[in-house]
């Protein structure tokens, strides 16, 4: 993955790549399409990634990998999220990677709101 990072890295209009740990999950041509459709705006659109205190993630590298944690803290600036994991029946605070979870539950349903009131505004 850290090849296909570094092609694209310093491409115009890219900002990240949508990964999962060391997993990139592919998106089929026809969904492209249809966001194509529905979003005509040049302009990068924010989206609500679902880490928030109190969401559940899964831990997606490292030691933990599959673990289940609580969110307690997202630290933007360290790009890192505080999370409260169960080892060995006994809450232990750890902060990891703020690519290294995947929100529990979260589905194009769960982001249609936001996107939604994006679209509105164009």
């Known amino acids: 993955m850290e090849n296909l990072l570094s092609e694209i890295r310093y491409v115009a ?4 790549l949508v990964h999962f740990g060391q997993r990139i999950p592919p998106v089929p041509d026809h969904v492209i399409d249809d966001l194509k459709e529905c979003f005509h705006a040049e302009e990068p659109m924010a989206v609500d990634d679902g880490l928030v205190p109190g969401a559940e993630v899964t831990i997606a ?13 997202v630290l933007p600036a360290k790009q890192r999220v505080q999370v409260l ?3 060995l029946g006994r809450p232990t605070l750890a902060e990891v990677d703020r ?3 995947a929100p529990d539950n979260l589905c194009m349903a769960d982001l249609v709101p936001s996107l939604a009131a994006i679209r509105s505004r164009n």
């Open 85 to 87: 994991l169960d080892i």
């Open 13 to 16: 209009g890219i900002s990240s």
């Open 99 to 101: 690519c290294s979870v």
């Open 61 to 73: 590298t490292g030691a933990f990998l599959g673990s289940r944690a609580i969110v307690l803290q």
